[in-house]
């Protein structure tokens, strides 16, 4: 139990073009989403917090308008990096925390998506 | 800002050698976890610890989380080929939505 999907695996796109990426938690419904970026050989940074049906909350340095989030249902949150650039280019992981569980319990995370932009 | 720090950045043994990972910051923690993740996939989790104190065991692998909450320690025993892979501690805190600070990573590789 406790799977946590990504789609795309991978994507290499355009400069200047818009990716979307997927998460979804398969087998539990997930009230929070978390989205983290890790380029290579470095640790995981979190993006942002994803709450079903609520604007995401972001880190310091994150632009909201550049990675939108979107948490439309409890097993489906969305980031779209829009107008990508090379300096963009990264390993994308999504993980997710089932609804009603405690601010100790686990976080599942997804198999990441590779994104490369040209 | 990094706030947990691992250390050795980086490891090489051989199998069947003992090898420690240390995680520690000046901030308390309410939670403790450690995931290990290899090439092109994300973190497993390997274990949660939450008390001061505490001490869990998997198989190989002990953990023990700082009196303070503060710091953690990973000890492998005998290490294997199939334990190479990026180790990552991870502190979360009550009040803050279950976000995790993710440490800086030791990388492990055993050879034969």
């Known amino acids: 139990g406790a799977v946590v999907s990504q789609h795309p695996s991978w994507v290499i796109c355009k400069s200047g073009t818009s990716v979307k990426i997927e998460c979804r938690s398969l087998?539990?419904?997930?009230?929070?989403m978390f989205w983290y970026r890790q380029f290579p050989k470095q640790s995981l940074m979190l993006m942002a917090t994803?709450?079903?049906?609520?604007?995401?909350?972001?880190e310091q340095g994150v632009e909201k308008d550049k990675f939108l989030i979107n948490h439309a249902s409890l097993t489906l949150s969305t980031l779209t990096v829009t107008s990508a650039h090379p300096e963009d280019s990264s390993f994308y992981i999504c993980?997710?925390?089932?609804?009603?569980?405690?601010?100790?319990?686990?976080?599942?995370f997804g198999p990441g998506t590779r994104l490369t932009v040209l | 800002t990094q706030l947990l720090e691992q250390s050795p950045q980086f490891l090489s043994i051989q199998e069947g050698e003992n090898l420690t990972v240390y995680c520690n910051s000046s901030?308390?923690?309410?939670?403790l976890q450690w995931y290990r993740q290899e090439p092109g996939e994300g973190p497993v989790l390997l274990v949660t610890?939450?008390?001061?104190?505490e001490v869990k065991k998997l198989k190989r692998l002990t953990f023990q989380f700082g009196d303070a909450r503060k710091d953690s320690s990973l000890h492998i025993t005998a290490a294997q080929p199939g334990d190479t892979g990026l180790y990552l501690c991870?502190?979360?805190?009550?009040?803050?939505?279950?976000?995790?600070?993710f440490g800086t990573g030791t990388r492990l590789q055993v050879t034969l």
């Open positions: 993980s997710a925390r089932a609804a009603g569980a405690r601010s100790t319990d686990t976080q599942y």
């Open positions: 087998d539990f419904q997930a009230t929070t």
């Open positions: 994803s709450n079903e049906g609520s604007k995401a909350t972001y």
């Open positions: 901030s308390v923690f309410s939670s």
């Open positions: 610890v939450v008390t001061g104190g």
């Open positions: 991870a502190g979360g805190r009550t009040g803050t939505a279950s976000k995790l600070t």
